[in-house]
T-cell receptor
Framework: ETGVTQSPTHLIKTRGQQVTLRCSSQSGHNTVSWYQQALGQGPQFIFQYYREEENGRGNFPPRFSGLQFPNYSSELNVNALELDDSALYLC?????????FGPGTRLTVL | GQQVMQIPQYQHVQEGEDFTTYCNSSTTLSNIQWYKQRPGGHPVFLIQLVKSGEVKKQKRLTFQFGEAKKNSSLHITATQTTDVGTYFCAGSPTSGTYKYIFGTGTRLKVLA
């Protein structure tokens, strides 16, 4: 296993609600990326955090936001959920350019 | 925007046959990574290629990075049922960052 954990495993929300997903990185990994993976597709880069600062963003609207904490754990927040936000959300902690993915959170928006 | 495409989308092979997936980027890449994702699982890092024309081997897996650093391939010799999964390439367009654009993936099924 990668040592990266995510919670919760599964989540069901309704349209318009807000959600917070959590990720605990491997010890010593100060960079984390978040990805959205729709069914049957490759992961899409949402954003990356390095030492608590956003370090790049993909083509996702501002209602997708994040935080990284001093212990390098992180959160992904999504406001005003839409049906298309239903996906597997993956975080990846990074060291020496290798990405260690967590098991993901499966989000279903009804 | 930048795109990374993979072909084929699906591949069914008999156990023991070889398998190749190809990855093509619309722009030059700083480096490329390959991942394997088992059904219901998460991507698992396989390898990173950095140099133009680089070739790396891991047992039955051979990875190549094109001379122009816009394409890459993964070849599996004598597939086994444990090779089942989706193989993704992920390209980084910018040196010194960890931002990756994943390809569309190739789903491999191995028939025993």
């Amino acid at each position: 296993e990668t040592g990266v954990t995510q919670s919760p495993t599964h989540l069901i929300k309704t349209r318009g609600q807000q959600v917070t997903l959590r990720c605990s990185s491997q010890s010593g990994h100060n960079t984390v990326s978040w990805y959205q993976q729709a069914l049957g597709q490759g992961p899409q880069f949402i954003f990356q955090y390095y030492r608590e600062e956003e370090n790049g963003r993909g083509n996702f609207p501002p209602r997708f936001s994040g935080l990284q904490f001093p212990n390098y754990s992180s959160e992904l927040n999504v406001n005003a959920l839409e049906l298309d936000d239903s996906a597997l959300y993956l975080c990846a902690s990074i060291k020496y350019n290798e990405q260690f993915f967590g098991p993901g959170t499966r989000l279903t928006v009804l | 925007g930048q795109q990374v495409m993979q072909i084929p989308q699906y591949q069914h092979v008999q156990e023991g046959e070889d398998f190749t997936t190809y990855c093509n980027s619309s722009t030059t890449l700083s480096n490329i990574q390959w991942y394997k994702q088992r059904p219901g699982g998460h991507p698992v890092f396989l390898i990173q290629l950095v140099k133009s024309g680089e070739v790396k081997k891991q047992k039955r897996l051979t990875f190549q990075f094109g001379e122009a650093k816009k394409n890459s391939s993964l070849h599996i010799t004598a597939t086994q049922t444990t090779d089942v999964g989706t193989y993704f390439c992920a390209g980084s367009p910018t040196s010194g960052t960890y931002k990756y654009i994943f390809g569309t993936g190739t789903r491999l099924k191995v028939l025993a």
